[in-house]
């Protein structure tokens, strides 16, 4: 048994660093799921390459978790798990969207590779922020969830330029220092214990919405689209909320 000196006299078990390194290894798994995701994006398997993009969502979503439970930073020391999480994310969440409107006609021919080259400097500028993560848990400047934005821009099919100026719009919102939630980070949301419960579970909703839809592409579901769309609106207006009223200035 060994220990380490954080302070609070942690040991650590063989055990506990194989749990350690296997953290890492999944979180490493999501840069993987992408690369499938680009092969099924070459092979214009649109919808295959939409549920892999999805498997990268979940594995995103459960792998900070897993670390905490875990105390990953301790127990594998000489591995920095926050610069692995931003590699992969700055790949599915930029990169693998990036090669999917490249790849299909969901903006204007001529405008492809100036919209492509807007998303990827302004998602570097947005992951290398020295407080791209506030103190508060809170994304700052739109969080390029370009991998989403490309999920609605499929399923929506509007008119290309409509999509082009949607994604510039986001893509200048990188820049703005507007808070947005960090669905997996509530802890800054509310000191209200069964709201930051409420929008876990509308987080989750929303997930089972997009996976429904997908289910049954290319036929629709009001419902489903009611709860994908309702939850977009929640964030966005949860969002501006919190950056204009921090918790800190509540009664």
């Given at each position: 048994m060994k220990q380490i000196d954080d302070g609070t006299s942690l040991f650590m078990t063989r055990k506990r660093r194989l749990a350690g390194w296997l953290v890492h290894m999944f979180t490493a798994s999501g840069a993987f799921v992408g690369v499938l995701a680009l092969v099924a994006i070459s092979q214009q398997k649109l919808i295959v390459a939409l549920?892999?993009?999805?498997?990268a969502i979940v594995i995103d979503a459960?792998?900070?978790?897993f670390a905490r439970i875990i105390q990953v930073k301790w127990v594998v020391p000489a591995i920095d798990g926050a610069l692995l999480d931003n590699i992969v994310d700055f790949f599915n969440y930029t990169m693998v969207p990036s090669f999917f409107l490249l790849m299909t006609h969901l903006i204007p021919d001529a405008w492809r590779y100036v919209c492509v080259a807007a998303i990827i400097f302004s998602s570097g500028?947005?992951?290398?922020?020295?407080?791209?993560?506030?103190?508060?848990?809170?994304?700052?400047?739109?969080?390029?969830?370009?991998?989403?934005?490309?999920?609605?821009?499929?399923?929506?099919?509007?008119?290309?330029?409509v999509n082009l100026v949607i994604l510039l719009v986001l893509a200048f919102l990188s820049f703005v220092p507007i808070k947005y939630v960090y669905p997996s980070r509530l802890d800054y949301l509310t000191r209200n214990k069964p709201l930051r419960l409420g929008m876990l579970a509308a987080t989750v909703a929303w997930g089972l919405a997009a996976i429904g839809l997908l289910l049954i592409y290319p036929a629709s579901n009001a419902f489903l689209v009611f709860i994908s769309i309702?939850?977009?609106i929640l964030y966005v207006v949860i969002s501006l909320h919190r950056t204009w009223v921090p918790l800190h200035s509540d009664g």
């Amino acid at each position: 048994m060994k220990q380490i000196d954080d302070g609070t006299s942690l040991f650590m078990t063989r055990k506990r660093r194989l749990a350690g390194w296997l953290v890492h290894m999944f979180t490493a798994s999501g840069a993987f799921v992408g690369v499938l995701a680009l092969v099924a994006i070459s092979q214009q398997k649109l919808i295959v390459a939409l549920w892999l993009m999805s498997a990268a969502i979940v594995i995103d979503a459960v792998d900070g978790w897993f670390a905490r439970i875990i105390q990953v930073k301790w127990v594998v020391p000489a591995i920095d798990g926050a610069l692995l999480d931003n590699i992969v994310d700055f790949f599915n969440y930029t990169m693998v969207p990036s090669f999917f409107l490249l790849m299909t006609h969901l903006i204007p021919d001529a405008w492809r590779y100036v919209c492509v080259a807007a998303i990827i400097f302004s998602s570097g500028y947005q992951f290398t922020q020295v407080d791209a993560k506030t103190e508060d848990h809170f994304f700052k400047g739109f969080p390029s969830y370009w991998n989403i934005v490309v999920f609605y821009l499929f399923f929506w099919q509007m008119n290309t330029w409509v999509n082009l100026v949607i994604l510039l719009v986001l893509a200048f919102l990188s820049f703005v220092p507007i808070k947005y939630v960090y669905p997996s980070r509530l802890d800054y949301l509310t000191r209200n214990k069964p709201l930051r419960l409420g929008m876990l579970a509308a987080t989750v909703a929303w997930g089972l919405a997009a996976i429904g839809l997908l289910l049954i592409y290319p036929a629709s579901n009001a419902f489903l689209v009611f709860i994908s769309i309702g939850y977009l609106i929640l964030y966005v207006v949860i969002s501006l909320h919190r950056t204009w009223v921090p918790l800190h200035s509540d009664g």
